[in-house]
């Protein structure tokens, strides 16, 4: 069982003596830590304070421990980060190392080109702190166009404490969901509440599990019939009824810390980060779950990503300190510590090692990443038109018109499969 808080981390003795540089967060900076060195890169990403802040603090001891390099952060917060990232990548001014989220792979290097190939970077990245299989996420046509930080999916997460209260036991099937909701309601608590995204993959991994099918073929297409959709929407509706999941509209992540829900889904990528938020008492333990399953199902409808990947522009001129950047960013003891799981459990076995011999670990987000693991042969490779919000949000906006019995589920289903026929069209 799992106490819903942060452990006090034992930070090595190299940690604790490094000098952190302070530096104040806006919606679009550049930090310039040094000047009138031979090589100059450029990074960008995007994220929070923290996230820039312990960043910002890393790439200032990696140009201390590599004074012939030059580092100029750019950075923001995620809202216009989008936008930002196909400016730089129609420009000639791409930064050197960068961010990235996994649908840009298959936006910007179609063909494998649209990234440098980081295979040719064996002289100075240590690649045997990954996997083929971890590879496999950032390689187009054979070239090794990004690297994960992490491994990313979804879970779902049980306020143990609840279930025990009201002597239930966690819901490993469908119909357990529902037989769950008839003793909770009685109490107005929900089994579950989601955001949208993901309330769109639980919907989702129902009907591939019914259907016994892959949402999308082989190009990344939306491949669901009508008769699916229908499955879907039925399956939205009754769940809205019978009060086992939060309308999306009304659903917060609030109401489980005011015991109004059971349980969440989400991304298990700074979980712990939020139950923290949640219960900053620690009096709350958390219980972590895969999806439920029909009988005898083939096909789990559960999706896995890289959380992020770090890449290199095609155009650098400085290959090679570029890579030096990437294998502190992915594989150095400091950055494993300034990072910590802030992205999620780092694929890096040095990065790995790093935390759990400092005392990082244990904690909401390895139990996750390991239960990710254990399961991680029956776990589909994100398709990105799934993540559109185009994709979900039609399916929301939608399937108000049945779930409010404005019009029948043959009309509505037809009208998604319509929009969603025109957006596999826009993938061309």
């Known amino acids: 069982m799992l106490k819903a808080t942060r452990k006090k981390l034992k930070i090595s003795a190299f940690i604790a003596m490094l000098t952190l540089a302070s530096c104040t967060a806006s919606s679009v900076s550049t930090v310039h830590f040094k000047e009138n060195t031979p090589v100059t890169l450029t990074f960008s ?3 929070n304070d923290e996230r820039i802040d312990y960043t910002v603090s890393a790439v200032g001891e ?3 421990e590599n004074p012939d390099i030059d580092v100029n952060c750019k950075y923001a ?4 980060y989008t936008k930002r990232q196909g400016i730089y990548m129609n420009s000639t001014d791409i930064p050197d190392v960068m961010q990235i989220n996994f649908d840009w792979i298959k936006t ?3 063909d494998g080109n649209g990234f440098y190939d980081l295979n040719q970077l064996k002289d ?5 702190n990954f996997t083929d299989e971890d590879l496999e996420f950032g390689t187009v046509n054979g070239k090794l166009n990004a690297i994960p930080t992490a491994l990313n999916t979804h879970c779902i997460f049980f306020n143990k404490d609840i279930y025990d209260k009201y002597g239930l036991e966690l819901p490993k099937t469908w119909d357990d969901y529902f037989e769950n909701a008839k003793v909770l309601r009685e109490h107005d608590i929900y089994v579950s509440c989601m955001a949208d995204k993901a309330e769109f993959f ?3 991994a129902y009907c591939e599990q019914v259907a016994n099918k892959d949402s999308c073929d082989k190009d990344g297409k939306i491949s669901l019939s009508v008769e699916d959709i229908e499955i879907m929407l039925d399956f939205y509706k009754r769940i809205t009824d019978e009060k086992v999941v939060y309308q999306v509209k009304d659903s917060s992540f609030a109401m489980m810390a005011n ?4 349980s969440t889904m989400r991304w298990i990528s700074g979980t712990q980060v939020l139950f923290d938020g949640l219960f900053p008492e620690n009096k709350v333990n958390i219980a972590v779950a ?3 399953r029909t009988k005898d199902t083939t096909n789990l409808g559960w999706y896995i990503k890289p959380a992020t990947l770090y890449a290199i522009s095609p155009t650098t001129q400085n290959p090679k300190e570029a890579g030096i950047l990437l294998n502190y960013l992915l594989n150095s003891p400091e950055m494993a510590m300034y990072q910590q799981t802030e992205k999620g459990v780092p694929v890096s076995k040095t990065a790995i090692e790093t935390l759990k011999n400092n005392g990082v670990g244990g904690d909401i987000d390895f139990v996750a990443d390991a239960l990710m693991k254990e399961h991680q042969d029956e776990l589909k490779v994100m398709q990105p038109i799934l993540e559109k919000e185009a994709t979900y949000r039609t399916f929301f906006e939608e399937g108000a018109y049945y779930l409010y019995d404005k019009e029948d589920i043959h009309t509505v289903a037809q009208r998604i499969y319509d929009k969603y026929q025109e957006n596999n069209a826009k993938q061309q």
């Open 45 to 47: 990403w995007w994220g």
């Open 62 to 64: 990696f140009e201390k």
């Open 77 to 80: 917060v995620w809202n216009g």
């Open 108 to 110: 910007y290097s179609p």
């Open 124 to 128: 100075v990245f240590d690649f045997s």
């Open 202 to 204: 639980f919907i989702l």
């Open 259 to 262: 015991d109004q829900s059971a």
């Open 290 to 292: 895969e999806f439920p």
